[in-house]
C-alpha cells in the first residue's frame, strides 16, 4: 500500500501527524495470543520469548516470522487474519477520539496506525473506525493457489517504523515538532527516541519500563480518550478545568486523574562494605 498522503493548503488548521501502534496500544491483547487462541495453538508467548532471546528478528516482528516459519502457523490464511481481527478487544471511544483529532481548537492531527501485526487484523478489528489507507501494518504475500503466506512484503517492527514515519513526514510536509507517537512496548523504542530528537511528543500508554523512560508522557487507561491529556497539556496549552470541560461536553466525567511521579529504588550494600546499616528518619 501507498502511502497518500497531501497538506491541506490554505487550511486555517494547524497541521499535526499522529501515528499510533496497535497491539495493546488501541486494544488490550496482543494479535498473536487472539490468532492463536482462535487457532487452538499453544505456547504462543513462549516462542516469542524464544525468538527475542536469539534475536531472530526485530521486536515486535515474531508473529510475522512465525506465520511464515513455524509448522503450526503455517496453516493460516488471509481469511483466519481477519477473523482474528473481529475478536480483538479495542479500548473504548476509539471511534471518538479519530473525530475530535480531526479538529482540537484549530489544531488537526491526521490519524494513523502503524504496527507489526498483521495488516489484516489492525484493519478487520479498526473496521469503520480508522480507514485502510490509515492503516500501515506487516503486508503478506499470498501463494493465489493454496492461500499460505508465501512471504513478507514489509513489516513496521523496531526501526522500520521510523522509516515508515520519515515517509509520512516527507508526503506531508510539517515541522519536526509536530508529529506524535504513541506507543507501549519495546518495539516502539526506535521510534520514540526519534521523535524525540525532532522535538515532537511521545506518549507511553503502558509501565513497560523501557519506554516510559524514554517517552515524554505516560498514560495509563482503558479509554483511549485518555491520549488526548497531554495533547491538549503540551501542545495546546490548555489547563485542566478547561480540559475537563472538554470531557464533560461528550459526556465523559474525568473521575479519577492522578499526577503521580515515582522513583523505583534498589539500595544494597557495596561488597566490602562493613559499615552498619543507618535507619532514616
Given at each position: 500500500m501507498s502511502i497518500q498522503l497531501s497538506p491541506d493548503r490554505g487550511s486555517p488548521f494547524k497541521q499535526y501527524l499522529l501515528i499510533s501502534d496497535f497491539d495493546q496500544t488501541l486494544s488490550f491483547n496482543d494479535s498473536g495470543i487472539v490468532l492463536s487462541e482462535m487457532l487452538g495453538i499453544a505456547g504462543f508467548p513462549g516462542r516469542i520469548a524464544g525468538l527475542s532471546r536469539i534475536h531472530m528478528v526485530q521486536q515486535g516482528g515474531e508473529l510475522a516470522y512465525l506465520l511464515l516459519h513455524d509448522p503450526e502457523y503455517r496453516r493460516v490464511r488471509k481469511q483466519d487474519l481477519i477473523e482474528a481481527g473481529k475478536r480483538i478487544r479495542l479500548k473504548e471511544n476509539i471511534r471518538l477520539l479519530s473525530r475530535l483529532l480531526d479538529d482540537l481548537d484549530g489544531?488537526?492531527?491526521?490519524?494513523?496506525?502503524?504496527?507489526?501485526?498483521?495488516?489484516?487484523?489492525?484493519?478487520?478489528?479498526?473496521?469503520?473506525?480508522?480507514?485502510?489507507?490509515?492503516?500501515?501494518?506487516t503486508r503478506f504475500r499470498y501463494d493465489q493457489a493454496s492461500g499460505e503466506i508465501e512471504s513478507i512484503v514489509r513489516v513496521p517492527a523496531g526501526y522500520g517504523k521510523v522509516a515508515v514515519l520519515e515517509d509520512f513526514r516527507a508526503r506531508l510536509p510539517i515541522s519536526h515538532d509536530r508529529i506524535v507517537y504513541i506507543g507501549d512496548g519495546s518495539s516502539d523504542v526506535h521510534v520514540m527516541l526519534h521523535v524525540n530528537r525532532l522535538d515532537g511528543l511521545t506518549i507511553a500508554v503502558s509501565e513497560n519500563k523501557y519506554i516510559t523512560q524514554i517517552a515524554r508522557r505516560t498514560i495509563l487507561s482503558d479509554d483511549a480518550l485518555s491520549v488526548l491529556i497531554p495533547i491538549l497539556e503540551d501542545i495546546l496549552g490548555w489547563n485542566t478545568t478547561r480540559?475537563?470541560?472538554?470531557?464533560?461536553?461528550?459526556?465523559?466525567?474525568?473521575?479519577?486523574?492522578?499526577?503521580?511521579?515515582?522513583?523505583?529504588?534498589?539500595?544494597?550494600?557495596?561488597?566490602?562494605?562493613?559499615?552498619?546499616?543507618?535507619?532514616?528518619?
Open positions: 489544531h488537526r492531527f491526521s490519524f494513523y496506525v502503524v504496527s507489526a501485526a498483521p495488516e489484516e487484523v489492525i484493519q478487520s478489528a479498526l473496521e469503520g473506525i480508522v480507514p485502510h489507507d490509515h492503516i500501515y501494518g480540559i475537563r470541560a472538554l470531557f464533560d461536553t461528550h459526556g465523559f466525567l474525568l473521575q479519577e486523574w492522578d499526577k503521580v511521579r515515582t522513583d523505583t529504588l534498589t539500595i544494597s550494600k557495596a561488597p566490602g562494605n562493613s559499615t552498619p546499616g543507618v535507619e532514616i528518619q
